[in-house]
């Protein structure tokens, strides 16, 4: 990926200012698949990690609340350091964080310890969500406002593309190198010897990542000062959670953190829900190639909730799409073989436009503190960390993953309230 040497410049009047620097964009989508990519790998190394460690389902979900807790504490602080240093040495300082997050796998091989794998998924998601922090108001400014919203549903679908493609790939190089000893079988040294081993299929994965990290953020690095116009407007963190006292926001961001917790939670559970006796019955790499589909789900959803979203009103779709993951999630516990499997992997297509349809319609009537209450909504995503964590524990409480479900199921109960409370217009913020 090469960008064009040269000067960007805010162009336009009035509210449709924006940078003209076309040639961007590419760099932008490319930061969607990176990022969505990497989030939706943690669906495979869930399994790799259970089996290794020997974990229950509430340990191996300590993947996902390391990974999200990153955003309820990085959050903020990358928003202030983005404003600081600017979009293009933001994302290279994104880019960096993530590629000693991928580096720091290496000792956590070696060491054969749980402990250093989560700590190196927290300084890896921490890039995650400085790069995050600068792609979406970044892809707004890259042109009109007008045609904003098409160019934001275009990028989510590389960041869809991205969760498609990296899980298909990591579950043949990973769980693909699982033995056929266990670590249960074994104990002191062999058992050391033997994670380290198993191990070294996640830290050849990564190290891959690594590279091709430095070779984006060298790239970025030369293109620093491409934005000559970018400026950006201080805020105050504390005024910024003032937002929450307003109905429809606070609705909304508690919406967020359901939302992105309910998919997580599902999508780290496909591989040990379609290993189990009366689903599929099948080994781990065989079942993690049903992945992409759960995640694929969602990128051809986004393109059908496009059109339809703009022609029915966003809080019925929302509201409706909530209760068919809700109806999906039911016929699988209930159910047995491929109707228990597929039903589950449907649950992406439902899915596809809650994120943005929710964003959309708990921001409505902001105005000015649009940005602010971007940045609260950020902070929500925390909830992939607590959902699944709380998914896990349940089916080790109940000794059944299948019921966990319950918990997702009624996330998108509230979802659906949310969905068709927002039906009605709301007062615009003084």
Avoid at 198 to 209: F, I, R
Avoid at 243 to 259: D, P, S, T
Avoid at 325 to 352: D, E, F, K, P, R
Wanted: aromatic content about 10%; overall charge positive.
């Amino acid at each position: 990926m090469a960008l064009a040497p040269g000067s960007a410049a805010q162009t336009g009047a009035g509210d449709d200012q924006h940078i003209d620097a076309p040639e961007l964009r590419a760099f932008v989508l490319a930061l969607f698949f990176i990022f969505g990519g990497i989030t939706s790998l943690n669906d495979v190394i869930i399994p790799k990690l259970k089996e290794l460690f020997t974990l229950n389902y509430t340990q191996a979900m300590l993947v996902q609340f390391c990974f999200f807790t990153a955003y309820a504490v990085i959050g903020i602080p990358g928003a202030q350091l983005v404003k600081k240093i600017g979009y293009m040495r933001g994302a290279v300082a994104g880019l960096l964080t993530m590629m000693v997050g991928c580096l720091m796998f290496i000792p956590a091989s070696q060491s054969a310890a749980y402990p250093l794998f989560l700590l190196a998924l927290f300084v890896l998601a921490s890039g995650v969500v400085i790069v995050q922090v600068v792609t979406n108001p970044l892809i707004s400014l890259l042109g009109p406002a007008r045609t904003a919203p098409s160019r934001l549903t275009f990028a989510q679908a590389f960041n869809s593309l991205g969760t498609v493609i990296f899980p298909k790939v990591g579950a043949v190089i990973i769980l693909g190198s699982l033995a056929t000893v266990t670590a249960a079988q074994l104990s002191g040294a062999e058992l050391d010897a033997y994670r380290v081993r198993e191990t070294q299929a996640v830290v050849n994965t990564y190290l891959g990542l690594a590279a091709a990290l430095a070779l984006v953020a060298g790239v970025v690095w030369l293109n620093r000062n491409r934005l000559k116009g970018e400026s950006h407007e201080a805020s105050s963190v504390r005024g910024s959670f003032d937002l929450l006292r307003r109905a429809r926001f606070g609705f909304g961001a508690l919406c967020i953190f359901l939302y992105v917790g309910a998919e997580v939670a599902i999508g780290s559970l496909i591989v040990n829900y379609m290993q189990q006796a009366h689903v599929l019955g099948v080994d781990s790499e065989t079942a993690g190639s049903y992945i992409p589909w759960y995640w694929g789900g969602a990128l051809v959803g986004r393109f059908i909730g496009s059109a339809v979203l703009a022609r029915i009103t966003p809080g019925k779709v929302l509201a409706g799409c909530s209760a068919a993951a809700i109806a999906l999630i039911l016929v699988s516990i209930s159910s047995t073989g491929t109707v228990a499997a597929w039903s589950l992997l449907a649950i992406g297509l439902a899915n596809s436009i809650m994120f943005p349809t929710i964003f959309t319609l708990a921001c409505e009537g902001l105005g000015r503190r649009a940005a602010d209450g971007s940045g609260i909504i950020n902070v929500a995503i925390f909830g992939g960390a607590v959902i699944p964590l709380m998914t896990g524990g349940l089916a080790d409480l109940t000794g059944n993953l299948t019921l966990s479900l319950l918990l997702p199921a009624l996330c998108y109960g509230v979802i659906a309230a949310f969905g068709w409370y927002a039906v009605r217009p709301v007062a615009p913020l003084d």
